[in-house]
């Protein structure tokens, strides 16, 4: 039996598998991007793939103290699109 691995939103702060949260990582350039891969180096952060969980991130800055640095509002947008694309 093959071992799910599990990771933590960091606004929900719910266990889940890592298959059903967005990535986003800070590259060691200083560079927010969104990875769709799970293979960026740099420093991760993982999302539930949910809108609350995003605006919430969004106003309580959750990642932006995740990753330790400024996220732009051009991450929140590209990851409300890729949210709504999937629901």
Known sequence: MKKIPMRK????QEQL???EL???VRTPEQQVVIDSTG???GRGAYLKKDLAAIELA???KALAR???CEIPDAIYEQLT???SNEQ
């Open 9 to 12: 939103c960091v606004v929900t």
């Open 17 to 19: 598998p890592k298959k």
């Open 22 to 24: 967005i990535r986003v």
């Open 39 to 41: 293979r960026t180096n």
């Open 58 to 60: 969004k106003k309580k």
């Open 66 to 68: 995740a990753l330790e």
């Open 81 to 83: 699109a890729l949210v």
